[in-house]
């Protein structure tokens, strides 16, 4: 009896699981957040934890999983809301080779080596970072390069997301809020809020309007 009460835990468990994983939307494991892999972690420990135990049954796990989950999930919109609680929960990609020159001082204060960067850009088929235009280290702990040939923008990332100004960003290039108001304007935007997405590429601004 015990061994039939056993399998049921353990497919309860897995049906569970991936009913969770699909509510959570998430696609890819390699694409994980830090945030999503200890959701992930807590809830795979939670009921395998359940399974044969009498202290903690079935049900009293699968509840702390559903809280858990929620939490994520509230926590996801209010990160889609507030980008600085975005940025406080998951991080936020760095800048380790930006318009092809190394910050030293970034990979010194991630921990970041010589022998990683080397190794990451070998795994993309780059020999040396001479043909390297960007590369960011992702919140994932993945490097996403961009080569120079390959290159059509002063900075790839947006400079306006959600009508939301990237002042980090505007920094990099060495630019200001003036500068990127004018460009607006010149392409017929009076007001930043109204932009979606904004990249600065090498010869325009690629603007989407909201709506």
């Known amino acids: 009896m015990k061994y039939i009460e056993i399998f049921m835990e353990s497919l309860g468990t897995y049906l569970l699981l991936v009913c969770m994983i699909r509510f959570l939307g998430k696609k890819e494991m390699s694409k994980l ?3 999503d892999l200890i959701v992930f972690l807590i809830i795979s420990e939670l009921m395998t934890i359940s399974i044969g135990n009498e202290q903690v049954n079935f049900m009293q796990a699968g509840i702390a ?9 509230l926590f996801t ?14 991080g936020h990609p760095t800048f380790i080779v930006f318009q092809g020159k190394l910050n030293q001082k970034k990979m010194a204060s991630l ?10 850009l070998r795994e993309q088929g780059i020999g ?15 490097l996403s390069v961009i080569e120079k040939k390959k290159s059509q923008v002063k900075a ?23 500068w990127l108001m004018k460009k607006l304007k010149e ?16 010869e325009r601004f690629f603007i989407i309007k909201k709506g």
């Open 65 to 73: 999983v559903v809280v858990i989950v929620l939490m994520d999930k």
């Open 128 to 142: 040396s970072l001479s043909e390297v235009d960007f590369a960011v280290l992702e919140t994932d702990g993945q």
């Open 77 to 90: 919109l209010i990160s889609l809301k507030s980008p600085f609680f975005k940025k406080m929960v998951e």
């Open 156 to 178: 790839p990332d947006a400079i306006i997301s959600d009508g939301e100004i990237n002042y980090k960003l505007l920094q990099l290039i060495n630019r200001d809020e003036a």
């Open 111 to 120: 921990k970041y080596s010589v022998d990683d960067l080397s190794h990451h």
């Open 187 to 202: 392409a017929g935007i009076s007001d930043y809020h109204e932009v979606f997405y904004c990249v600065v590429e090498k």
């Open 33 to 35: 957040s830090v945030s």
